[in-house]
């Protein structure tokens, strides 16, 4: 694990595109949890209003999948927005899809530093909107993300918010990264215990993400920072986080702000935890039990209507 953490520092006299093109050869992900044999993953291209959005469906589940009736969890991956792919969290996604016996729609967003936020949000409206244009009703979708897919996933939502469209049934996320202000606490109180992150690094794919002008950028903006957002309206939120890793107050502050604008909101924090540890699974069992709690609020939240 803290040889993982190394291949995580960028090194920053290198032209930032270069650099990102080593992290995302680096990524490892896939590896330590590589696909199953019986997963199937197919590819799919939505298009809504000019904008394509590549994806993949991903199904390990028991029941035969029915698109337009079926719960379908929109999974959006981490990686700083710097990398990740469907190669790398396809294995991530298989096992999701047999513990929750759903299908998973993995989108492959557009990466910075090519692509500056707004892109990964256009790209999600783009495919969410696909899809209820192809009927799938809103109360079957949930949307699911890690660290930046996390917040990417926040994002969404209150894009849609702001558009007046319908919001998925719950939102889930695994170490969300909320604030790129890096504001809270635990950026200095947990700075020698998260074995995943370096806060150099964090702060390298901060100005990734804001683009070339970032210098002239707030970062406590909401349009890029969703823990400075309103959660008013919100679904039903499940957190996890780990109490080791940078990121905690980014999961402990939308809990709480959540909260206070009254949505219903699980905030699960596992004790001596790393990052996005619930990936995990095949080593801890820690991690296992964080998304088993996951499937069970799941099946409560959808109240015995996933098909089996």
């Known amino acids: 694990m803290l040889s993982f953490k190394s291949l995580l520092e960028p090194d920053l006299l290198v032209d930032p595109l270069e650099m990102a093109r080593k992290l995302r050869?680096?990524?490892?992900?896939?590896?330590?949890?590589?696909?199953?044999?019986?997963?199937?993953?197919?590819?799919?291209?939505?298009?809504?209003?000019?904008?394509?959005?590549?994806?993949?469906?991903?199904?390990?589940?028991?029941?035969?999948?029915?698109?337009?009736?079926?719960?379908?969890?929109?999974?959006?991956?981490?990686?700083?927005?710097?990398?990740?792919?469907?190669?790398?969290?396809?294995?991530?996604?298989?096992?999701?899809?047999?513990?929750?016996?759903?299908?998973?729609?993995?989108?492959?967003?557009?990466?910075?530093?090519?692509?500056?936020l707004p892109a990964a949000v256009d790209d999600t409206l783009a495919l969410y909107r696909a899809l209820l244009h192809d009927g799938i009703s809103s109360s079957r979708l949930i949307i699911m993300g890690d660290s930046a897919g996390g917040g990417l996933t926040l994002l969404t939502v209150q894009a849609l918010l702001d558009r007046h469209l319908p919001i998925p049934r719950a939102v889930i996320t695994m170490s969300p990264w909320t604030d790129l202000s890096l504001s809270g606490e635990s950026y200095k109180r947990n700075r020698l215990t998260d074995v995943m992150l370096r806060l150099e690094y964090i702060s390298w794919s901060v100005e990734r993400a804001l683009g070339p002008n970032h210098a002239q950028l707030v970062r406590y903006s909401s349009f890029h920072s969703p823990l400075f957002g309103s959660f008013q309206g919100f679904p039903p939120m499940y957190i996890?986080?780990?109490?080791?890793?940078?990121?905690?107050?980014?999961?402990?502050?939308?809990?709480?702000?959540?909260q206070n604008a009254g949505v219903d909101v699980t905030l699960e924090v596992g004790l001596y935890m790393m990052h996005v540890h619930p990936i995990f699974f095949s080593f801890c069992p820690e991690a296992r039990n964080t998304l088993d709690n996951i499937r069970q609020w799941v099946e409560a939240k959808f109240q015995g209507e996933i098909n089996i």
Request: hydrophobic share 35%; net charge negative; proline share 4%.
């Open 25 to 116: 050869l680096s990524f490892l992900l896939g590896t330590m949890v590589p696909r199953p044999y019986h997963c199937q993953v197919n590819k799919q291209v939505y298009e809504y209003e000019g904008h394509k959005a590549e994806a993949y469906w991903i199904n390990h589940h028991a029941g035969k999948e029915q698109r337009n009736t079926d719960q379908i969890v929109i999974y959006l991956h981490g990686g700083a927005y710097v990398r990740g792919d469907i190669n790398g969290f396809s294995g991530l996604e298989c096992h999701l899809s047999r513990l929750f016996n759903m299908s998973l729609l993995h989108l492959e967003y557009r990466l910075v530093p090519e692509h500056p």
């Open 240 to 258: 996890t986080v780990g109490a080791a890793e940078l990121l905690e107050d980014d999961s402990r502050q939308v809990a709480d702000k959540a």
